[in-house]
């Protein structure tokens, strides 16, 4: 469950085990007093915290893709980039074909990738040519950049921060 994607039919039936488990227990006959919806909430929030196979499946495959984002000394991560990324962001990859564990992994991002946002961090990453507000560079977006842009960060775009936070300016 956290390094290959189950298929559809295995989550329903890993669900409907605990359903009919919750209802009936280990008896033939019982009643549903409480709705799936219920028993499947946060315990704050009056559920009984069971998870549903699917969104833990991917919470799972999501902490690789974490890691891939975060932990780039990992031997595993390396051998991911080189083979699968080769120089670009995992969200700009579109790999058919690969491992098992890719073919998980690549599943579960495009079902997290809008969970995803722009981190500007200390403003040195290049306003342009670097993914920091999209899951693509800027420059793939515009038509052209002009010369004297190139360089540009995203300090200089933002200047500097009043309290940790960035003060934008309109380009």
């Not at 991560?77 to 120089?87: E, I």
């Not at 073919?103 to 995803?116: P, T």
Request: positive net charge; aromatic residues 12%.
């Amino acid at each position: 469950m956290q390094i290959n994607w189950l298929p559809q039919g295995m989550c329903d039936d890993l669900d409907k085990t605990v359903r009919r488990f919750i209802w009936k227990g280990t008896g033939d006959s019982g009643m549903h007093l409480v709705g799936w919806d219920k028993i499947t909430q946060p315990r704050r929030y009056g559920g009984l915290g069971v998870r549903i196979a699917r969104f833990q499946n991917v919470s799972l495959l999501g902490k690789l893709v974490w890691e891939v984002l975060n932990s780039p000394d990992k031997l595993w991560v390396k051998l991911f980039t080189d083979k699968y990324f080769k120089g670009r962001s995992i969200f700009n990859v579109t790999v058919s074909g690969g491992s098992v564990v890719w073919n998980s992994v690549s599943k579960a991002l495009s079902m997290l990738r809008d969970g995803f946002t722009f981190k500007i961090g200390n403003g040195e990453s290049k306003f342009w040519y670097d993914s920091w507000a999209l899951k693509e560079k800027l420059c793939s977006v515009v038509p052209y950049v002009a010369i004297q842009d190139t360089e540009i960060t995203i300090k200089d775009v933002c200047g500097a921060t009043v309290g940790g936070i960035w003060r934008c300016f309109i380009l």
